[in-house]
């Protein structure tokens, strides 16, 4: 079992930065691929990044290519998105997810999700 808790969001300026986290609880934290999500009003949840299991591979949306990075401290039980140069199509829900397989892009691969985080970009 993994409860996932988000922080960080806000409201940001175009152009401007945020950096999410997501803590952990339970042991097997480092035994899950972690990503994120992300959803707007009326949207589906569309996936974002991932990073497998040691923090070395690392995997993104093409919308978030060159601007978001996806990080992970295992001795923290912790897991950051890095989010710069950002847009007002990035406002939305953000969340925090874990799944048994890397390279899982689709939600219904991951297993535990955190309540989310709301990022809100005005231009």
């Known amino acids: 079992q993994v409860q996932l808790v988000e922080s960080g969001g806000g409201l940001v300026q175009a152009g401007g930065s945020l950096r999410l986290s997501c803590a952990a609880s339970?042991?097997?934290?480092?035994?899950?691929?972690m990503g994120w999500f992300r959803q707007a009003p009326g949207k589906d949840r569309n996936f974002v990044a991932g990073?497998?299991?040691?923090?070395?591979?690392?995997y993104y949306a093409d919308s978030v290519k060159g601007r978001f990075t996806i990080s992970r401290d295992n001795a923290k039980n912790t897991v950051y998105l890095q989010m710069n140069n950002l847009k007002p199509e990035d406002t939305a829900v953000y969340y925090c997810?874990?799944?048994?397989?890397?390279?899982?892009?689709?939600?219904?691969?991951?297993?535990?999700w955190g309540q989310g985080t709301q990022v809100t970009v005005s231009s």
């Open positions: 997810a874990a799944a048994p397989r890397f390279g899982a892009t689709q939600a219904s691969e991951y297993n535990y």
């Open positions: 990073v497998g299991r040691t923090g070395s591979s690392t």
């Open positions: 339970g042991r097997t934290f480092s035994a899950y691929t």
